[in-house]
Every structure is written in C-alpha cells, then in structure tokens.
C-alpha cells in the first residue's frame, strides 16, 4: 500500500514538471491560431498569422541568414570538433589538461560575456560585422559541444580495429574514412545536429556580433515583441519550435537506423 501511494506520489511529481515546462509551450502554440489580435482572449481560430509571415519578407530574410549561418557554422565547426576530439582523446602532450580547459570554457561561461568578449575582438581586429562575424561567433561555441560528444562516442570505440585495417593493407587515410569515420558517424551526427540547434536558436551572441543585413530569426522575434506579443509572434515561434523538433526527431531516427546497423554487422 505505501509503496503504491508513493508511485502515485512521483507519478503527479513528474506529471506536473511537465505541465510546468510544456504549458507555456502548448498555450503559446494554441495562441497562434487566435482570430484577435490580443493574447488574452480566445475568439476563434485562424490561419491568417502564418499566412501573414509567408508574405513577410523581413521574416523570409532573417530565415536565409538563420539557415546560411547555421549550417556553415555547423560544419565548420563539427570538422574541428571532430578532429579536437581525436587529439584529446589518442594523444598525450605538454598543456593537454589547460588545452582541454580552454576548450570547454565556452559552454559554461555565460553567453553575454562570450558575446561582448567577440565584438570587441572584431571591433580590434577590423573585422566588419556582418554574417561572417555571427558565422565565427557561432563556430567558436560550437566548437565545445561538438568536442564534448565525439569525445563521448570514441570513449565506446575499438581502435584495434585500426590496426586490424592498417594489417590489411588500408593506410591511415583509408583506415579513418573507411573504418573510424563510419562507426564513429552517429556522435559526429549528434554533435552537427547540436550545433545546427543552437545555432538557430542563439540570439544573444548574434546580437552583438551582427551587423546591419544580418538579423537572424531569433533577433527579427526580438524585434516584433518589441510592439508586444501577438499572435504573429506567436506563429513564428511556433514554427521555430517545429523546426527544431524536426531536426531532433529527424536526428533520432539517422542514430537509430546507425546504430542498429552497426549491431547488425558486429553480429555478423
């Protein structure tokens, strides 16, 4: 009997983190549809918000540099994550602990510091802002969790099959491309989709290191709420939020069928 009411017990515990997390989410979501222009009564449901933002072209602009940057600096910065990984993982060298220190700094200092830290290195160095400078930004936080989750996946992975590779005949180019890159593709999957994520979703860093033509879609909503919160705020986020669940959803699915695969074929 007490073991039952304490089931109970956690089950309205967890039941209720998830209505404080995801209301918001759900009333925002449901919002979007409102007929009135106001957010505190529900009059009717509509699409004439969405309708609105595909003839907004400040919205389709601030998309484009979203997309452009994000996957630039995706995978930039998935290609140097990668390649960070391997050497702190296979290697040993004088400074590698203050090597490994600097290189997760940027995931626990806060974002505003990182942020006013880069515009003033662009700024000193003369580098014109603009979505080259948000591109570098990005890449350069990127680099940290890309880091963090190959690291993660090499932890799991056989290098004896390395050297079994190189026993055949392959050299090192063909062994890391035919051997290493394969098995290792699912962290290498998860940190890209990582780093695409929170590079649409940034907006304090890109607002201090983006110049004129370079709003980003997080800081074009910024801007709309600046007239106060409608339902074509509402909209756009909700598009945003179904981007990026797409993405992770879509990133569940490449892990899955990967890994599954890879037990298919150790089991053969």
Not at 30 to 57: C, I, M
Not at 171 to 194: H, Y
Request: positive net charge; hydrophobic residues 55%.
């Amino acid at each position: 009997m007490r073991g039952r009411g304490l089931r109970w017990a956690a089950g309205i515990y967890v039941t209720l983190i998830f209505l404080f997390l995801y209301l918001p989410i759900g009333v925002l979501v449901l919002f979007s549809f409102n007929k009135s222009r106001l957010n505190a009564v529900w009059t009717g449901f509509t699409f004439d918000w969405y309708q609105q933002l595909w003839h907004d072209f400040a919205i389709w602009s601030a998309a484009t540099n979203s997309i452009v940057v994000g996957v630039t600096s995706a995978v930039i910065s998935t290609a140097i994550g990668t390649m960070a990984a391997f050497a702190l993982h296979r290697y040993s060298f004088r400074g590698k602990g203050a090597f490994e220190s600097l290189l997760q700094l940027p995931i626990v200092i806060p974002e505003i510091v990182m942020g006013v830290s880069l515009l003033a290195f662009f700024v000193y160095a003369g580098i014109p802002l603009g979505l080259q400078t948000v591109t570098i930004a990005h890449v350069a936080f990127n680099i940290s969790f890309v880091t963090v989750i190959v690291r993660a996946r090499l932890y799991a992975f056989d290098f004896t099959l390395e050297e079994a590779a190189m026993d055949l005949g392959a050299n090192r180019r063909q062994t890391f491309f035919r051997v290493t890159l394969p098995l290792i593709a699912p962290g290498v999957a998860a940190g890209f989709l990582i780093a695409l994520t929170l590079s649409l979703d940034d907006f304090i860093i890109a607002f201090f290191t983006a110049g004129p033509g370079a709003t980003t879609l997080p800081m074009q909503v910024y801007s709309m709420m600046r007239f106060g919160v409608t339902p074509k705020v509402n909209a756009l986020s909700t598009l945003i939020l179904a981007v990026v669940i797409v993405i992770g959803i879509a990133g569940q699915f490449f892990l899955r069928g990967r890994s599954q695969r890879g037990r298919e074929e150790h089991a053969s």
